[in-house]
């Protein structure tokens, strides 16, 4: 089993700023990819970005050159730093990983993008 406790969300203007972090504990060693996630109101989840072992990374249209997934070095922290935040990028940011028995959920953090 892996636990997922996310971190890092808040209140902030557009254009501004914000770094989420994701913090891994458990059975980490199997690991083998990190992601983040998102979902607003009304609206289905979606991918955000992914972090593979080998340090392949992948983004969702809307956020590439504006986010950079990180991190995951020693299979227990990934970070997604958001820059030029909009007003739809207003969501509840979940981490997510997958090893070789399943996939794994954070309780969510709430970003909100707002002047």
């Known amino acids: 089993q892996v636990q997922l406790v996310e971190s890092g969300g808040g209140l902030v203007q557009p254009g501004g700023s914000l770094r989420l972090s994701c913090a891994a504990s458990g059975s980490i060693f199997s690991i083998y990819r990190m992601s983040w996630y998102r979902q607003a109101p009304g609206k289905q989840r979606e991918l955000v970005a992914t972090?593979?072992?080998?340090?392949?990374?992948n983004y969702a249209d809307s956020v590439l050159g504006r986010f950079t997934i990180s991190g995951f070095d020693a299979k227990n922290t990934v970070y997604l730093q958001m820059n030029s935040l909009k007003p739809e990028d207003t969501a509840v940011y979940y981490c997510?990983?997958?090893?070789?028995?399943?996939?794994?959920w954070g309780q969510g953090t709430q970003v909100t993008v707002s002047s």
């Open positions: 997510n990983c997958a090893d070789s028995w399943g996939d794994y």
């Open positions: 972090i593979t072992t080998g340090g392949l990374t």
